[in-house]
Antibody, heavy 118, light 110 residues
Framework: QITLKESGPTLVKPTQTLTLTCTFS??????????VGWIRQPPGKALEWLALVYWNDDKRYSPSLKTRLTISKDPFKNQVVLTMTNMDPVDTATYYCAHVSPVCFHHWGQGTLVTVSS | QSVLTQPPSVSAAPGQKVTISCSGS????????VSWYQQLPGTAPKLLIYENNKRPSGIPDRFSGSKSGTSATLDIAGLQTGDEADYYCGTWDNTLSGFVFGTGTKVTVL
């Protein structure tokens, strides 16, 4: 059974850096073709893909957010970390991580709501 | 603005069929697999269809997907009240070199 869970702060101040951790089980990030991605959803709005990292450390980022995002993996801890710099109130959203194989989000975490406010 | 366009809403009576369209271009739908996601109110999205028309284990065959050219379609047959949700299409975009989601469609059961 594949499970994923997001963790991190629920409230960040403008200009701060957000660090989110995705802890997963039921699959390995050492398996060919497997990846973990991050997606966010502002309240009442559509899904927006942010970044993903594959088993071979191939990393892809949303072009519109590329300068602010960093994704990294620790396959031994079964974790993937996403950092987003210079947070703004418009970044308030529920952030999801998901299992990717190979370009499709098969399993999703429950999501974590991050509010950006001073 | 998303590069994949969906109708904002569709509706039908219980037992009827709804069709949700997803319009893209040659840089995305035209040359890549499409997936569909269901998001029930207050919950995380769930994969419904992958590789254009395949259903993950546990997804009823009332849900079916297809693709033609630069558009994709999700059909929901035998509509149930439990199908009321937001539905998103998604695919890789070769020009953007990233994954893109559709604008989302709200399904209402009358």
């Amino acid at each position: 059974q594949i499970t994923l869970k997001e963790s991190g702060p629920t409230l960040v101040k403008p200009t701060q850096t957000l660090t989110l951790t995705c802890t997963f089980s039921g699959f390995s990030l050492k398996t060919s073709g497997v990846g973990v991605g991050w997606i966010r959803q502002p309240p009442g709005k559509a899904l927006e893909w942010l970044a993903l990292v594959y088993w071979n450390d191939d990393k892809r980022y949303s072009p519109s957010l590329k300068t602010r995002l960093t994704i990294s993996k620790d396959p031994f801890k079964n974790q993937v970390v996403l950092t987003m710099t210079n947070m703004d109130p418009v970044d308030t959203a529920t952030y999801y991580c998901a299992h990717v194989s190979p370009v499709c989000f098969h399993h999703w975490g429950q999501g974590t709501l991050v509010t950006v406010s001073s | 603005q998303s590069v994949l366009t969906q109708p904002p809403s569709v509706s039908a009576a219980p037992g009827q069929k709804v069709t949700i369209s997803c319009s893209g271009s040659s840089s995305n739908i035209g040359n890549n697999y499409v997936s569909w996601y269901q998001q029930l109110p207050g919950t995380a999205p769930k994969l419904l269809i992958y590789e254009n028309n395949k259903r993950p284990s546990g997804i009823p065959d009332r849900f079916s997907g297809s693709k033609s050219g630069t558009s994709a379609t999700l059909d929901i047959a035998g509509l149930q009240t439990g199908d009321e949700a937001d539905y998103y299409c998604g695919t890789w975009d070769n020009t953007l070199s990233g994954f893109v989601f559709g604008t989302g469609t709200k399904v209402t059961v009358l």
